[in-house]
């Protein structure tokens, strides 16, 4: 048959196009959660379920015997980015980093796919895919199956399954008072990729923002290792804030944070000066903005960018900054990274109070 009147398939689409929701900011925002949450706890008493959703945690645990947790998750959003093969790394990669929040090292992978099979070519779903099994690949593990439908919008992501010696086994809500406070990946991807979105971003700042959000929290299996690490948790959807007030609230106490310490993607402020805030950022605000003491705009659009693939938020004990600032060294963090960015202190009036570049 001759291919010359085979209409063949457009390979290259702008997928952010054909979706209403982007990367983490597709999650549902944290007051609506709560509601949806709200009595679903579960009510028939599992003794080996070590973490469910009570705690709003990063992945769920089981013991299974000899020491041993089945760390289990799933994460899955629409396309953060044009490019679909990086779209599939980046999904993966925020998949995976659930695992690795809680101390613990992935093993296997299952894709979730939802694909509008009716505008898009099957080849460029393929290529998602393939950007996702690259991933896996970089964190030894295998994409070994999964599942897909026919859905209105491109939806890419993992459900994912690890494993975990107990006595390494890290939590958000277990951090204790005078613990200092890290963050593993610089802010601000949210406002990258909105600037992409009005074609304002530059090439350059575009693959910056690939890299932090395809770049694996591998760190956080070592993390777990280390006894004077009392909780850690990816940063996501709901921003430093947001996660910063789970670990917080979880733990009982409150949270002092210094904006001029937090890591921030270079070059943020061009764009911050042509308003690429994410809609989301508000969202976010609105759900837990009391809880968080007088801050300036900029404080807020950076502490309430929803991350996609973001770092990770670890609270350690003052004697072992230096063994953490030595871990952080040996993969390569660099200088801002290794600097605490703030505290757990006592339970105050406000959650989280905020040192302000602009009120301070």
Not at 203 to 223: P, Q, R, W
Not at 231 to 259: K, N, R, Y
Not at 289 to 304: D, F, N, V
Request: glycine content about 10%.
């Amino acid at each position: 048959m001759s291919l010359e009147n085979t209409e063949l398939p457009d390979l290259k689409v702008k997928l952010t196009q054909f979706s209403h929701g982007y990367g983490c900011g597709c999650k549902i925002a944290p007051q609506v959660l709560d509601v949806i949450l709200k009595g679903n706890e579960t009510k028939t008493p599992f003794p080996g379920l070590l973490v469910g959703n009570e705690s709003r945690d990063d992945a769920a645990v089981m013991d299974m015997g000899n020491g041993i947790g089945l760390i289990s998750t799933t994460d899955f959003f629409m396309p953060i980015v044009d490019d679909p093969f990086h779209f599939g790394r980046i999904a993966a990669t925020n998949a995976i980093s659930d695992v690795y929040a809680m101390g613990g090292t992935p093993s296997m992978a299952v894709a979730i796919l939802g694909w509008p099979i009716d505008k898009l070519a099957p080849e460029i779903a393929a290529q998602v895919v393939a950007g996702g099994r690259s991933v896996c690949e970089e964190a030894g593990i295998p994409l070994a199956g999964g599942h897909s439908i026919d859905s209105p919008e491109p939806i890419f992501g993992l459900a994912v399954s690890g494993f975990v010696d107990l006595k390494n086994l890290k939590k958000n809500n277990t951090a204790n008072e005078g613990d200092l406070l890290f963050l593993t990946k610089p802010i601000g991807v949210g406002i990258f990729t909105t600037a992409s979105k009005k074609e304002l971003l530059s090439d350059v700042d575009l693959d910056t923002a690939i890299t932090s959000m395809s770049t694996l929290n591998k760190i956080g299996a070592e993390l777990g290792k280390l006894n004077h690490v009392h909780a850690l948790t990816d940063v996501t959807g709901f921003g430093l804030f947001g996660h910063l007030i789970e670990m917080a609230e979880g733990s009982g106490l409150s949270a002092e944070i210094d904006m001029n310490l937090v890591p921030e993607l270079k070059g943020i402020d061009v764009y911050l000066d042509q308003y690429c805030i994410p809609a989301i950022t508000y969202r976010n605000w609105n759900s837990y903005g009391e809880k968080i003491s007088e801050i300036g705009a900029r404080a807020l659009h950076l502490g309430c960018d929803p991350q996609t693939s973001g770092g990770l938020l670890i609270a350690v004990h003052p004697d072992a900054v230096d063994q953490v600032t030595t871990l952080l060294k040996e993969y390569d963090f660099d200088a801002t990274i290794c600097t605490p960015i703030g505290k757990l202190v006592a339970k105050a009036e406000k959650v989280v109070v905020v040192k302000d570049y602009d009120l301070n």
